[in-house]
């Protein structure tokens, strides 16, 4: 494909993933209370544990409007999450060989779960953040949560627990297709567990370094997983292309003592 050809696929599947998360905000708009129910609880149970008066305020007329449309586009994302997952890989999938492609499937069955396994995790995180950084208010002050700085750390912390859990998926997928080696990862995992700390420093919206553990441990372990199914499945990529080596080395002693029974003919 030339490089026109590329930006008119990115721009189709781009398109075709924002239709799907639009459609996916239309029912974000609906479950916006039970959702933000869920998340201002945390905040209320600091409020009644420590005795002090911790709230989320709406400062502004229609902070409480744009406050439910960025939950609504926030539900949006996750729950159309199998759809541009899937739109990010058929952009892929063209630069792939045929026999690549059916690596497709496997994408998608281990990319999704680990999607919604992180925006899990992010969710057990999350009253976890909220009651660490709530208690550090002083006794007898008030600690008024801005709504719209609230909503962003939600969004955050959420999604990038979800699409950190993702990139092991990716990893995978750059060895089975043998753009990247397995031991190439290997052998730069003191890079990569910094790069990681790193990025949990800037992806969680809190300066505390327990969310940060939380995103970071994790995120290393599902690295070194990534490693080792990359070296398994090169391990066993060279079993087959050594039996395939070995098969015409056996048959050929064979082929070579059978002899054609006109050549033994007494010549008499």
Sequence with gaps: MS???HLREFRKRLILAA???AIGMVAGWFLYTPVFEALQRPVLEAAERDDALVTVNFAGVATAL???IKMSLLIGVIVSAPWWLYQLWAFVAPGLKSTERRYTVGFLAAAIPLFFGGVLFGWWVFPRAITILTGFTPDGAANFLDAQTFMTFAMRLILAFGIAFVFPVVMVALTWTGIVQAR????GWRWAVFI???AAAILTPTPDAVTMLFMAVPMVALYFAAVGVGLLRERVSRRRRAKAAAAPATAAPADAGSTDPAQHQ???
């Design 3 to 5: 490089l026109a050809d």
């Design 19 to 21: 239709i799907g998360i």
């Design 66 to 68: 744009d406050m439910q």
């Design 184 to 187: 190439t990862w290997l052998r």
């Design 196 to 198: 990681i700390f790193l």
């Design 266 to 268: 007494d010549p008499s």
